[in-house]
T-cell receptor, first 114, second 114 residues
Framework: GDSVTQMEGPVTLSEEAFLTINCTYT??????LFWYVQYPGEGLQLLLK?????DKGSNKGFEATYRKETTSFHLEKGSVQVSDSAVYFC?????????????FGKGTKLSVKP | EPEVTQTPSHQVTQMGQEVILRCVPI?????FYWYRQILGQKVEFLVS????????KSEIFDDQFSVERPDGSNFTLKIRSTKLEDSAMYFC????????????FGPGTRLTVL
């Protein structure tokens, strides 16, 4: 079945460092891909998404490109801030993202030190 | 900004007891979901609900689980006879089929079965 694998955490970075969180997926069809973020004590919030190959999702300085050839959707940010400390979840939807259930990775906890 | 709410934030129960987790989805949303996350593991899909019936469920969602939308605003998940392995964070989500494919998540209910 469909699955998502993301890098194990926790990841600890200094402020202004470059961030990469790797995510790869397995899917039989053409899924939509998502990054969700969970700040302490809050629910999951959509950070960015991409619905087809070579699409780039971006938001709040974060980017991820849908790479069909490598089945990847790595999250990047050029300069992290303390406020980016959270748990990041990679996910896919097998119905084009409009009604299907989401399949999540395990989550990667990011801590940014001042 | 409208948001999904969940109550209680933390529920402690004895094994074998029934619990009801409550969610209030965003008011104009049409599809509703429950997910769970056992500590340290992936967020897993449980069930989706549309037009007052289950539209999809995972293998986790066995006869011990049921969902209901009793009054047009609440969306509940009932576990009839809790087991130790039901201890997890339970997330509710909703989606508006009218123009967006973003699932909006609540903050979660942490269920602890003793």
């Amino acid at each position: 079945g469909d699955s998502v694998t993301q890098m194990e955490g926790p990841v600890t970075l200094s402020e202004e460092a470059f961030l990469t969180i790797n995510c790869t997926y397995t899917a039989t069809g053409y899924p939509s891909l998502f990054w969700y973020v969970q700040y302490p004590g809050e629910g999951l919030q959509l950070l960015l998404k991409a619905t087809k190959a070579d699409d780039k999702g971006s938001n709040k300085g974060f980017e991820a490109t849908y790479r069909k050839e490598t089945t990847s959707f790595h999250l990047e940010k050029g300069s992290v801030q303390v406020s980016d400390s959270a748990v990041y979840f990679c996910a896919l939807s097998d119905y084009g993202g409009s009604q299907g259930n989401l399949i999540f990775g395990k989550g990667t906890k990011l801590s940014v030190k001042p | 900004e409208p948001e999904v709410t969940q109550t209680p934030s933390h529920q402690v129960t004895q094994m074998g007891q029934e619990v009801i987790l409550r969610c209030v989805p965003i008011s104009n949303h049409l599809y509703f979901y429950w997910y769970r996350q056992i500590l340290g593991q992936k967020v897993e899909f449980l069930v989706s609900f549309y037009n007052n019936e289950i539209s999809e469920k995972s293998e986790i969602f066995d006869d011990q689980f049921s969902v209901e939308r009793p009054d047009g605003s609440n969306f509940t998940l009932k576990i009839r006879s809790t087991k130790l392995e039901d201890s997890a964070m339970y997330f509710c989500a909703s989606i508006n089929r009218g123009g967006t494919d973003t699932q909006y998540f609540g903050p979660g209910t942490r269920l602890t079965v003793l």
